[in-house]
């Protein structure tokens, strides 16, 4: 049998989302991916339960068996492998370990699944998180497509049904990126994983007692820095003259109309961001406690910043944390930023300002 050109065509009207974007396309003349030998032997008969191996086409298909359900036909199922650890799914993916991404893919199985199934569908054989994505690892993940086919149908036949009516020769152009023009799907996933990455954790009830550790812990540093950002503007002060002349920066030194604008937006910052907040503590390294989630939030957890930011740069997002606390740390990173904007909340904008001889001003 000749070469047939196959690729996916170009996502439809209404997004690729859409119920046209599950059709798949017909043959295009941009590539050449080898058709199944058109093998003429006939498949044995086969007893219920029983199965029959056909040689695979190895361009697309790496399996394919034929079984006898006991419902008066065959089916034909192929099986397209792929190595999840080795695509393109974003900076901090491609540069995690082998352990981090299992993790990481593992808790995004229903995502990953879901995304498959809305691309290649149950209508084109492929048949989901039961019977379509499986295997040992996800460096061996298993993408299989099932057609029937008929008693006394040859090999080829059975073959070349699962090339025609099922999706697996397109999903195997679009996870290779942009093979014979086709679209590139791992970008797509890699999408929707994003997406699904900055959907916060569900929240819970947070009390007055864990709103105030959390603002504590954001004064104590906003005050830290206030103090390392005036020594290095007044270097004719040494630190001990500063301190000397403030006393101690302490948070109970912050007068009480400061302290109420700080738990007036931190509290509810925290109830917002509670399920976030508790899977960073307990997924952390260090795993810190809420005031240090607070001194994070500011942006100095060391208190030792020499000048004061004009834009909020909270460290939850640490480069030695593992891949999936990072993540959430993302997450936390961004929610002192307006979502449609882009811009800093202009709470979190503010800064304490120092006079010399006692004054204190939160602007």
Avoid: C
């Avoid at 009516?165 to 999408?191: F, I, K």
């Amino acid at each position: 049998m000749g070469n047939t050109n196959r690729v996916q065509a170009g996502i439809p009207e209404g997004g690729q989302w859409s119920e046209s974007a599950k059709a798949r396309p017909g043959v295009t003349d941009l590539g050449d991916v080898s058709q199944p030998d058109d093998t003429t032997d006939p498949i044995p008969t086969l007893d219920v339960g029983e199965t029959y191996e056909i040689e695979a086409d190895g361009e697309v298909f790496d399996r394919i068996e034929v079984i006898n359900p006991g419902d008066g036909s065959y089916l034909a199922t192929g099986t397209v492998r792929d190595n999840f650890f080795t695509m393109d799914l974003g900076p901090d993916f491609n540069d995690a370990d082998v352990d981090e991404k299992e993790e990481y893919l593992n808790s995004r199985f229903e995502v990953i699944d879901s995304f498959f199934v809305e691309r290649y569908g149950d209508g084109d054989g492929f048949s989901g998180i039961d019977h379509g994505i499986h295997g040992p690892s996800w460096d061996a993940a298993e993408f299989e497509f099932s057609q029937p086919v008929a008693e006394g149908d040859t090999e080829g036949q059975a073959a070349e049904r699962l090339w025609e009516n099922t999706s697996a020769v397109a999903l195997h152009n679009e996870m290779d990126p942009g093979t014979y023009g086709s679209e590139d799907a791992t970008r797509v996933l890699r999408e929707r994983l994003a997406e699904f990455d900055h959907t916060r954790l569900p929240t819970r009830e947070v009390s007055d007692e864990e709103k105030s550790q959390v603002t504590d812990g954001y004064m104590d540093a906003a005050l830290a820095e206030s103090r390392d950002a005036y020594i290095g503007e007044h270097p004719e002060f040494t630190p001990d003259e500063v301190d000397q002349a403030w006393g101690q920066f302490t948070v109970d030194k912050v007068p009480e109309s400061i302290k109420t604008e700080y738990s007036d937006a931190l509290g509810p910052w925290l109830e917002s961001n509670s399920g976030d907040v508790d899977q960073f503590s307990a997924e952390h390294h260090e795993e810190p406690s809420l005031a240090d989630v607070g001194r994070r939030l500011y942006g100095s957890s060391t208190s030792a910043s020499s000048s004061v930011p004009t834009r909020p740069s909270a460290t939850f997002d640490d480069s030695d944390s593992n891949l999936e606390t990072q993540v959430v740390g993302r997450r936390l990173l961004d929610s002192a930023y307006d979502p449609q904007s882009r811009q800093p909340q202009e709470f979190f904008l503010k800064r304490f300002k120092l006079t010399f001889f006692g004054e204190m001003r939160w602007e």
